[in-house]
């Protein structure tokens, strides 16, 4: 970490600068330029010292991290792509994997045949919701333990391999009998009660990016799963909050190559929530898959206009075999397969 | 809701919304422009209606909501202020409240003595972390419990209210056992098992504004906890996430007067976390009071910049002292005490 | 444009409005609900209407547009996709044209030597910048006209049209003497005394988005070049300002479809602006490629280090022809050539 | 600055980076740590090095300023407020200066009568529009010089100083001719052209923030003004873009006591854009005032709702003469007058 002084510090204050760093066992690295002086922290674990402290000590002006905060999560750690298998599919690989399913399971019948029209299509994981974030406690807030075990005989029917939400530590228990992914959606992306328990179970982890998390946030996240001891852990852009509202977020395609620079867990991307709206999913699929990302979330619906949530950013089974085929070649055209 | 049918809308299309408003139960009201079809849905309860989904029929371009989506916190509901009563402080009435304290508590010395700080400045609640929550797992996550018990002690030595972070609906019972007021924090904003936990206790819920919600949705997930029956809710401002890097987030102060054109619940702001730096607080502070704020939140700490977290978005206690006789005339120019 | 009144307004408050829309010349449709009246402006010409006039008359609560606020830029104006044609390049045509080339140009041989590079490698548009909009007054301002002759040099050497930003209506006349499509950057988006001085003369327009307007607002600034009498108008994507760091600006790749459905202007994207990073410019190039864009514009320098503006955010010759390489298949997945 | 290189840079690219600042005059500093190499330039003029090009250097990791970007307008400049006098009027000293008229000059009785109000409510600077940017081609652009020449007459009824705005270099003889104080509006807060032009000439410059610029950009504004010889700026808050959509804009109160800090220029409040709706405008302007502004600029109309352009967004004169009066406790509650 490197700390600027004010320009007029006086030599006290940069004393007591350099007496702190010393006594949490770092060594110092002086720089006394013409107006300012500049304190460097030498050492491996930086992502151990709070910033905070140091910008609140007198004659302090600014501080700078030089390297990043996470570290379990980062290249450095393991510069080889990380694989999460989940029955024999495999995520981060080389083939692209699409995640398809309804936002809410609203009935047995309904999850059964959305699970084939997946299977189908050539998806490879099936997703819905039991457990649902609703922004209105007036909404439909999911058929809950009834919703995982209609997911789970779609499961047996077609040997999809099952991604649900999960939205509290007292969940984690009976959604992690049934599905095979847990996942975490982007308004508990900091909800680090959850995310330190889902460290202690085994089942593997995907991590949305919330609406207003940073990368790196995201990413800090990340390191609670993998520090609590869960190494099955992967990362999706799902649209952030902007100014924009022609479209409900702005999907950032840009977090896809950084966060492939800065981490080796896999990165998934959301065209659905990150447009919110069913028209735009084949071609932020497609921008996605051409950026590099190793899976996609995608909703479908029977009949989206029925639905009991997020019905204007669901793609019918026809649109969605559609898009299917689409990709293909532009999986291909980076090197990838789908 | 006003549904905006396309430019060439087909009748069918168009008689399908109708009828699909009908089987709601809702009468329509028809208006055919020379381009356009616009259909009105009318009834008293519009919050019970999906959008979304009549947004992905056919023929749809668009969907207007009429009403505000949220029904026992609305203006609409209660004309007059709600006040919160806490050990006989009250919240919303004339008096502007000041609730003071540390970031986390460190140790029962440090809380002992800011607590007796915060009285004498004048401040009549006092705050203090207990269970944390931190960007990184690294950091310090917090007492715990002898937090609380600390916390505790503190308000026997000097009679003020307790407000303390709850982060996990397994909490809220030990937290509760303690604690006056429970609070939200800002990444939990919309955690929406935690907010219909706190809705099925008693105990005064403190809800925090997340940094990427709508004043909207902050309102909604205030629902949450008052349809579950607790009545006894304040909504706060504490910064949002924007481009500017100068500050840690942007205080919306436009958001005080627009809350308290919305909603009867207090409005409380943080300038601590608003601003993320002690030398802008007491502008803030006074700024705040200066647009409509019922209560103020704000840390302090012995000693800012060895504080365990936080430390530079900290006052010191003289510091602190001088604010609050600094905010008094501010208060008095429109009306308050404090 | 749909008026919704307050849930209590008066009946002459209603009665303004209404006599208000008639003496603008448009019809009145009234809706009245149980709880609020609902007043639709009828009449093809929306675009004439002053909404916040409307929103500032008493017992109204807000009002929604129906229609889109431009009218020439607007698919419903022309529904096949508008081709800007500039010495035999078509742009919006089948092909994704490559427009590439220097942030500033420095020196002759600097643009001369560029410009071969960017022939060789298949792009068919030389950018370069000769008046140059910089944050700093004290950095390098462009050559100005002296930049302006190298670029005709260099089209004269290679046959490439000639791209280049103009930042002033004083500047368009020699601007457009050298040029063959002007520039409008980021930062004049809404420069409408530029904007309307190049709807008056004739040579195609390349108009990049604000880094803060929405969509919406520029296509209303290609209006103003449009209903000046100037139809050969391109609108850009480079980037917008959100709260992320991690990269310069936010790449809003969602507005690629969303301006192909809007507008029948062909849609350019910038993913050197976009991104501010050198290493993302080929991911986000083939993201909006695969996302359905009609040309991209890309940042090259002979030797970026060394360069005298934007070096971070340009390709090398070598790295920019392996992009091009790597961007055919890209292309063909979606139906294009490049 | 410091650069921080890459964990693993080689020696050679340390070496390269080291010559590049040695040749641009600098001296070096060098930090080599255990795992990265950080390289201090030393010297007082930062503010010409060229930040991006180090970043595109081999082996860069980041770059880090340790001064402001700007010089003139920085508080190292001059530590004392500047005073900017306007015919009698001082801008920066004790009192609040409050500037308020309509958006666009209507007709000259509607300056004339805006103008009395203005006065007789004990505001000091008359606003008003005759060159205004509109979103969009088909809205009224403002009477131009007519309108100025109404403004002119006003200021010869009632003394006040005029303030109006300018939006292209070609507009500024004719606009000087007649106002005091020449606005730049927030579309323009980076159109470097007006910036420079508008350094060249002696009247006093009211140049606003960007809805998307950063504090440091605004400084940065202000600076291509200063530089250029005029020293008599004053810069002004008013609204930046965010997620929010409850007001137009989202206020950054924050900004007023962070210019305080960084800058000696006279900091303005603009509380009518800042929010967009004319019910906030009180609250706003107060909170403005308790943050430490130095001026007021508000919209006010004889009759908002008729208003050709921002009517949602003006009080009428009563609402402003009691809001005056309301800001009158307010100001001296933090040491003022108005």
Not at 295 to 305: D, F, G, S, T
Not at 307 to 316: C, E, K, M, R, V
Request: aromatic share 6%; proline share 5%.
């Amino acid at each position: 970490m490197i700390i600027v002084m004010q320009a007029h510090a006086e030599p006290k204050q940069i004393e007591a600068v350099v007496n702190r760093v010393e006594e949490l066992g770092y060594k110092v690295h002086l720089s006394r330029g013409e107006s300012r002086t500049i304190i460097g922290i030498i050492g491996a674990d930086e992502h151990l010292i709070q910033q905070s402290s140091f910008e609140a000590m007198d004659g302090v002006e600014k501080t700078m991290r030089v390297m990043q905060p996470f570290r379990i999560a980062s290249r450095d750690f393991t510069q080889q792509d990380s694989i999460v298998k989940v029955n024999g599919v495999e995520i981060g690989g080389k083939r692209v994997v699409v995640m398809a399913g309804p936002c809410s399971v609203e009935s047995r019948e309904m999850i059964l045949e959305t699970a084939h029209a997946v299977k189908e299509a050539g998806a490879t994981i099936l997703r819905g919701g039991a457990f649902k974030p609703r922004s209105s406690p007036y909404s439909f807030q999911g058929l809950g333990e009834e919703g995982l075990r209609y997911l789970a005989e779609a499961r047996e029917q077609t040997g999809l391999p099952i991604v649900t939400e999960v939205m509290s530590p007292d969940e984690i228990e009976v959604v992690a009998e049934y599905a095979d992914i847990l996942q975490v959606g982007a308004r508990n992306t900091q909800n680090y009660s959850l995310l330190r328990a889902l460290g202690k179970q085994s089942k593997p982890v995907f991590l949305k990016r919330g609406m207003s998390s940073t990368i790196q946030e995201l990413l800090m996240s990340a390191e609670y799963i993998l520090s609590g001891g869960n190494m099955n852990v992967m990362v999706g852009e799902r649209g952030i909050r902007t100014f924009e509202t022609a479209t409900r977020f702005t999907f950032d395609v840009n977090a896809i190559p950084v966060l492939k620079e800065l981490t080796h867990l896999p990165v998934v991307a959301d065209p659905s929530h990150g447009t919110g709206k069913w028209n735009l999913i084949p071609p932020i699929a497609k921008a996605a898959v051409a950026a590099g990302v190793d899976a996609l979330m995608v909703e479908i619906h029977p009949n989206p206009a029925a639905a009991w949530s997020d019905g204007n950013q669901s793609l019918t089974f026809e649109r969605f075999a559609k898009m299917m085929q689409d990709l293909r070649p532009v999986a291909e055209a980076v090197g990838r397969t789908i």
